[in-house]
């Protein structure tokens, strides 16, 4: 698992948040690039202001559970910063 530093919030001149939308853009930007011809497969968790989590995926239930599995074990056994991508 690859960790890449996300800085999402605004500078120290910048008062407002980004929307999620453009954090999203961000993470896909550090991660893969928006003009990359990488393959693979996904899990994408959101949680909104109300507090409620939303999951995509284009994985089958089985792969998808075992890839929250790894993921959720290797972050347990990190140091894990806010903002970052994983």
Sequence with gaps: M???DG?????ADDTEEPT???????ATE??????SDVRGNFVMILEDDQ??????????????IY????????VLMSTVEEG???
């Design 20 to 26: 999620l939308s453009e954090k999203i853009v961000l």
């Design 67 to 74: 890839l929250m599995e790894f993921i959720k074990a290797s």
């Design 51 to 64: 507090g409620m989590a939303k999951i995509a995926t284009d994985l089958d239930a089985a792969n998808m």
């Design 30 to 35: 550090e991660c893969i690039g928006i003009e």
């Design 7 to 11: 800085k999402f919030g605004g500078g």
């Design 84 to 86: 970052a991508i994983h």
């Design 2 to 4: 690859k960790v890449i």
